[in-house]
């Protein structure tokens, strides 16, 4: 048989591209040699934010003072945590496989190479068979960055030096977690394990935390989990990892943290070894595929989503990659737009952010002005939260008078932003905006609010 589409992994942008297809009537194949949902479902996304759920419960009933609830001896059972995340888990695997069945996709367990192209098609070989397709779409997603620190490979070899996968399945909680790297994986496993009642230590080679963050947003969630007891080694470049402690250099000199166990979270690189990529003369630039905004790689048919691509590492920019990539199959007009993709840090406080930052406009010299508001012009944000310090920041285009960026910290800040990058996607202007009944109280009502501050 030859399949209209073989997909090549099985995460967000692969199972929704197969998905995508099979509703078209394509015939499709998707390849995933671990489990259907890939990192984001099986070690990354879900995993993580039912960690940070239970850990908020928590911090919520030791708390419970603040908001006359009282309760005593409040302990976050970790074993029970993780049983909870593996139920998750399997239920989610198990909806994929379902909508993989209900669409009429072809499943198939294994490690794809790709080993050429024939008169019928590409040719895909998963152990001994070997299946082809028209047209590939190729989503294996993305895999840790390991730096070259001595002590790193052995220290991970046995255990004491973990990545995403391993630490969202530890059994015990460690007495001291170090963790290498201060961006979005790090904070977020900072947070769980601070809560979980971990000492723990974040060492970021950066002047601040939380990468491209606005800086004003990430200076507020850094005094949150200083408040909190995370510890901080800002502008610390780590040396060595030993056998039980991590070593690293600052302006101050050499200095050592002690540690049970190791997180490295300094960012992800895409997945392509192995794939046979240069059978089919497939580009790649700097360890990604290249793509153009209708996610075709150089060769007619080939098309890569997701991580794999290097263009915007988050799941739901592959969901959206992976249905570029169908439409444009189908013969229907659509292209990749990356200028309004929201992003999200799940601690506690959460961080939603979408657009422009203060240093990125200004890097590319656009003129705009700033509304920043506190959350507490919510009256559900003053309900709910006890002394928060969240704000809303917001940059507006000074001639168009339309949104540029949008950036929260504070309860719900999750399930707000995706307003905020449908007005940026829309462009929307202000006086547009304020026409738009919001409903109240909320949170998310302080964009409206923002706006008659201009």
């Known amino acids: 048989m030859v399949y209209d589409l073989i997909v090549i992994g099985a995460g967000p942008g692969g199972y929704v591209g197969a998905e995508r297809a099979g509703h078209a009537g394509l015939s499709a194949l998707l390849i995933e040699k671990r489990a259907l949902g890939g990192v984001c479902l099986n070690e990354g996304c879900i995993p993580s934010k039912t960690l940070l759920n239970s850990a908020k419960i928590a911090d919520y009933a030791k708390n419970g003072n603040q908001y006359g609830v009282s309760a005593e001896n409040v302990k976050l059972d970790h074993t029970a945590v993780i049983n909870r995340k593996n139920k998750a888990v399997r ?11 209900n669409n009429g996709v072809t499943v198939v367990n294994g490690e794809a190479v790709i080993t050429g192209r024939s008169t019928e098609g590409y ?17 294996t997603g993305s895999e840790p960055a390991m730096p070259a620190i001595p002590g790193l490979k052995e220290g991970y070899a046995y255990g004491f030096v973990l990545t995403n996968r391993e630490i969202l399945d530890l059994k015990t909680l460690p007495e001291k977690l170090v963790i290498i790297g201060g961006g979005v994986i790090g904070l977020e496993m900072a947070s769980y394990f601070n809560s979980a009642g971990c000492k723990v230590t974040v060492v970021e080679m950066l002047d601040h935390i939380a990468g491209p963050t606005d800086r004003e947003i990430s200076s507020i969630l850094y005094n949150n989990y200083k408040k909190a007891g995370v510890d901080f080694k800002l502008s610390a470049k780590v040396t060595e990892i030993t056998s039980d402690s991590v070593v690293f250099e600052t302006s101050e000199g050499v200095q050592t943290v002690a540690a049970d166990k190791v997180l490295v979270s300094i960012g ?20 990604r595929i290249v793509t153009d905004e209708h996610m075709q790689t150089n060769i007619p048919e080939v098309y890569a989503v997701g991580d794999v691509n290097g263009v915007s590492m988050l799941a739901h920019t592959a969901y959206r990659e992976a249905e570029v990539c169908i439409n444009t199959i189908l013969g229907q007009k659509d292209r990749m737009r990356y200028h309004a993709i929201p992003s999200v840090i799940y ?10 930052t203060e240093e990125s406009a200004k890097e590319k010299g656009l003129e705009f002005d700033i509304v920043k508001l506190p959350l507490a012009y919510s009256g559900r944000y003053v309900a709910e939260t006890s002394r928060g310090d969240g704000i809303i920041k917001v940059l507006i285009h000074r001639k168009y008078r339309t949104l540029l960026g949008v950036h929260i910290i504070g309860s719900y800040a999750s399930e707000i932003i995706y307003g905020a990058a449908m007005m940026i996607e829309t462009e929307m202007r202000v006086e547009d905006i304020r026409q738009i009944v919001f409903p109240h109280p909320t949170v998310g009502e302080v964009i409206r609010e923002a706006m008659w501050e201009l």
């Open 347 to 356: 601690t506690n406080p959460e961080v939603g952010s979408v657009g422009e």
């Open 91 to 101: 239920t989610l695997v198990a909806g994929v496989s379902m909508k993989m069945k």
């Open 268 to 287: 992800r690189k895409p997945k392509i070894e192995g794939l046979g990529l240069e059978n089919i003369h497939v580009q790649t630039e700097r360890g």
């Open 123 to 139: 040719q895909v070989k998963v152990d001994a068979t070997v299946y082809t397709g028209k047209r590939l779409m190729i989503a």
